[in-house]
């Protein structure tokens, strides 16, 4: 299939091996050459162990990775991702991963983006006071194939180890640290960078697939790609009540390029009683 993006290539702002699940997909689908900067400094936009702050938000972090390997390799296409963690907002007190992946194209002043998000996660971190209970509570993490940090505080960014994806350094780097620091007890944590963390890779790979889908999503009008779902559209009928309820019937679709809106309906959208804001108040 030939696409806007055929036979072109993208700069992909990592120094986390994002591009192991993103080049793949991008390259079958949409026949696009994926090349990543040499001694890329990603960190730079900020980490997750709290000792660089993300300037911005999330949407606002991926735009600088991908503008700065832009500008690095003189690309006109950019690619970057860039992941957060929090509540899930549809299921309360579940830990969320929220991936994005941005894509760029300066020669067709297009900016196209996948999400996904999944409670399947990892993220985690305690108080440990023995090298034996961090390799336990590491274990419970998926370790060694999923990396764990070890510092002195949960919120001081200084004496941090990071990369420690085997028994015998985490228990080198426990002893070290708790010598220095005459410290009784550190912090241990799930290390989420993407390259240390399978688990957030796979939500990096489905954000890839949405975007993929975004990007094949052409517009009615002007047969631009990137025409996306943007909005909800609410009323689908409660099956007991037959009242509209909050729950949404169908989607708003806008183009990226010419701002053209349509709204796509579920043919007889129904919920079940269980979601009706009048059955189960």
């Not at 099956?239 to 809106?261: F, H, N, Q, V």
Request: with cysteine; proline share 5%.
């Amino acid at each position: 299939m030939s696409t806007l993006f055929s036979g072109r290539t993208a700069v992909l702002g990592t120094m986390h091996k994002k591009e192991n699940v993103i080049a793949p997909l991008l390259r079958e689908s949409l026949d696009l050459q994926i090349i990543v900067p040499e001694h890329f400094d990603s960190d730079r936009f900020g980490t997750f162990t709290r000792d660089v702050s993300r300037k911005g938000n999330q949407l606002d972090a991926a735009r600088a990775k991908a503008l700065a390997a832009m500008e690095r390799t003189g690309c006109d296409l950019g690619l970057a991702s860039e992941g957060s963690f929090g509540v899930d907002p549809q299921l309360p007190f579940i830990q969320s991963n929220f991936e994005l992946v941005l894509l760029i194209d300066r020669k067709n002043d297009l900016e196209i983006r996948g999400h996904h998000r999944s409670a399947k996660t990892n993220i985690a971190g305690v108080y440990v006071s023995t090298p034996e209970e961090a390799l336990a509570i590491a274990r419970s993490w998926g370790f060694p194939e999923h990396g764990v940090i070890l510092r002195l505080n949960e919120h001081i960014p200084v004496l941090i180890k990071k990369s420690i994806a085997s028994e015998a350094l985490l228990e080198t780097c426990f002893k070290k640290l708790q010598t220095s620091s005459l410290l009784k007890s550190l912090f241990i944590e799930t290390d989420m960078r993407a390259h240390r963390n399978p688990t957030r890779m796979e939500n990096i790979k489905s954000a890839t697939e949405d975007l993929i889908r975004n990007c094949l999503s052409c517009c009615p009008r002007c047969s631009m790609p990137g025409f996306v779902t943007t909005n909800a559209v609410l009323g689908a009928v409660c099956r007991l009540c037959a009242r509209e309820t909050d729950r949404p019937k169908g989607s708003i679709y806008t183009c990226y390029t010419c701002g053209y809106t349509e709204d796509r309906l579920r043919e007889n959208a129904t919920v079940e009683p269980g979601e009706c804001q009048y059955c189960n108040p």
